[in-house]
C-alpha cells in the first residue's frame, strides 16, 4: 500500500521579497539623495518624505477612510454587516453560505496547503456528464496514486503562490502565460492544484472564462482544486468568475462549484492593503476546514466596520473605475514615452540589443527589458521606487498629484552609481 502523503514545513526556502517596502528602501539607501533635496539642502528625513512608492500596485486614489467610532475598539467583531455588504458588492446569493471573510486573501494562500488534502473525499459530480464519469474513476485513480503533491503555478506572478506550497513540501511545476501553447499544456497536465492570477501581476494575461470553465470541469472529475485570484479584478468586474454564467447559475442556485476555490481581496482596488480582509469562495468542507483552522475574529472590529463602509459606497467604487482608466491613459500619453526615451538611452549607452514589451491593466504597468535593473536604479536615483523582477519592472498607475512630480524627475540627469545592475529584487 502506498504510503499517505503529509505536508512537511520546510524551513531552507528564502521567503519572497515585496513591494510596499519603502522604509527599508529608505534605510538601504541613505547615501542616495534625491536632485530635489541636493539643491534645497533637505536633511536625510526630508528626502525619505520625498519618495514615491509605485512598488505595490495598489491603488493611489484610495477611498478615503472616515473616522472610526472608538467604542468599535471594545466591541468583538461580528461580520454579519460585513457579509451583508460583501453579497450586494460581489453580487453572491447566500454569501454568508459561500464565503469566508478572511485576513486579506493572504491568510487563505497560507492555510490551503494545510486543508485540501486533509482527506480524499470526492467532489460532487452532478453536473458533469457521463461520459465523463466514465473517465472520472480511471483518471481519479492516477492522481490519488501519487505520492506527491502537484500544485501548477504561473512562472511570473504574485510569488508567494508558489512560496507557500512549496514551503509544505508539495512539488510546484511553473507554466507560462506568454507561451501560446499555455492554455492546452493545463488541460493535459495532470496536476491537484492549479494555480490562476486573473488578471496576472505583474503581465496582466487574463484566461477566458471559457477556458477557466474547461479546467473546473477538468478538476471536478479528477477530484483537483483550481484556486483563482481576483485581487485585481476589482475594476473590471465583468472578467471576474463571479460573472460568468456557470458559475452565477451554480451559487444563484445556493451551489457552489466543488472545485473552484476564489480569492477576494479589498486591498488593491480600494487602496487597504493596511485592513488586512479579503474573501475566500469555496465549497462547504473547504470553508469548514478553513474557518477551523485560521480561528474566531480574524479580523478586527474597526477592520470590519471599515471594509463594510467600503464595500456599500458605490458612489466611491462607480468613481474609482473611471479614475482608473483615465490614469492609465494619462500614464501611457505622459510617463511611458518617457520612460522608453531612457530606455533606449540605457540601450544605446550599453551597446546590445533588447527587445522590449509593455503589457498593463488597471492597476499597473510593466515593462520587459533586459535593460530593467538599470532602469530600476535610474529611478531610484530620483526617488521613485518601483517594483524589480527577472527581466521586468512594474509601475502602479500614479496618483494624480505625482504625475508631473515623475515627470520631472524622469527629466534630471543620470547618476551613475556602483548599485546599478547589480540587485535583483523579485515578486
Not at 92 to 115: M, R, T, Y
Not at 335 to 355: A, F, M
Not at 390 to 406: C, M, Q, S, T, Y
Request: charged residues 20%.
Amino acid at each position: 500500500m502506498m504510503k499517505r502523503w503529509v505536508p512537511t514545513l520546510q524551513t531552507d526556502l528564502v521567503k519572497p521579497k515585496h513591494g510596499g517596502d519603502l522604509i527599508r528602501v529608505r534605510h538601504e539607501h541613505t547615501h542616495m539623495a534625491c536632485q530635489s533635496n541636493k539643491q534645497s539642502g533637505n536633511s536625510d528625513e526630508k528626502q525619505g518624505q520625498d519618495w514615491i512608492d509605485l512598488s505595490s500596485a495598489v491603488n493611489r486614489e484610495p477611498w478615503p477612510v472616515p473616522t472610526i467610532p472608538t467604542k468599535l475598539w471594545h466591541e468583538l467583531p461580528d461580520q454579519t454587516a460585513l457579509l451583508n455588504a460583501a453579497q450586494s458588492y460581489y453580487g453572491v446569493n447566500e454569501c454568508v453560505n459561500k464565503c469566508l471573510a478572511i485576513s486579506g486573501s493572504q491568510q487563505a494562500i497560507e492555510w490551503l496547503p494545510l486543508i485540501l488534502f486533509n482527506n480524499t473525499s470526492t467532489h460532487a459530480l452532478s453536473h458533469v456528464s457521463v461520459h465523463a464519469l466514465a473517465q472520472a474513476k480511471r483518471e481519479t485513480e492516477s492522481v490519488y496514486g501519487q505520492a506527491e503533491k502537484i500544485v501548477y503555478v504561473p512562472q511570473v506572478g504574485y510569488q508567494e503562490h508558489e512560496f507557500c506550497w512549496r514551503k509544505w513540501d508539495y512539488t510546484t511545476v511553473e507554466y507560462d502565460t506568454t507561451q501560446t501553447s499555455c492554455f492546452s499544456t493545463l488541460v493535459a497536465a495532470q496536476w491537484h492544484v492549479l494555480v490562476l492570477i486573473q488578471p496576472n501581476n505583474p503581465n496582466g494575461h487574463l484566461f477566458t472564462q471559457a477556458q477557466i470553465k474547461q479546467l473546473l470541469d477538468k478538476a471536478a472529475i479528477r477530484n483537483a482544486f483550481v484556486i483563482v485570484d481576483e485581487a485585481f479584478i476589482d475594476s473590471q468586474p465583468q472578467h471576474s468568475l463571479l460573472s460568468c454564467s456557470s458559475v452565477s447559475t451554480n451559487h444563484a442556485n445556493n451551489h457552489w462549484p466543488e472545485s473552484l476555490i476564489l480569492l477576494r481581496s479589498i486591498g488593491k482596488f480600494f487602496g487597504l492593503p493596511g485592513a488586512r480582509v479579503g474573501f475566500c469562495f469555496a465549497n462547504q468542507t473547504v470553508r469548514t476546514q478553513l474557518a477551523l483552522a485560521i480561528g474566531p475574529w480574524p479580523i478586527s472590529t474597526p477592520a470590519t466596520w471599515l471594509v463594510t463602509q467600503a464595500l456599500s459606497d458605490q458612489a466611491w467604487q462607480n468613481k474609482a473605475r473611471r479614475d482608473l482608466a483615465l490614469r492609465r491613459e494619462k500614464f501611457a500619453n505622459q510617463l511611458q514615452p518617457k520612460l522608453e526615451q531612457v530606455r533606449l538611452k540605457i540601450q544605446e549607452k550599453s551597446g546590445q540589443e533588447d527587445t522590449s514589451s509593455w503589457q498593463q491593466t488597471d492597476f499597473f504597468f510593466t515593462l520587459k527589458s533586459s535593460f530593467s535593473d538599470s532602469l530600476f536604479w535610474y529611478l531610484k536615483e530620483r526617488c521613485i521606487h518601483t517594483r524589480l523582477g527577472k527581466g521586468w519592472i512594474r509601475f502602479a498607475l500614479p496618483a494624480h498629484d505625482e504625475f508631473n512630480v515623475i515627470s520631472e524627475r524622469l527629466a534630471t540627469k543620470w547618476i551613475q552609481t556602483s548599485t546599478t545592475s547589480t540587485v535583483m529584487e523579485t515578486v
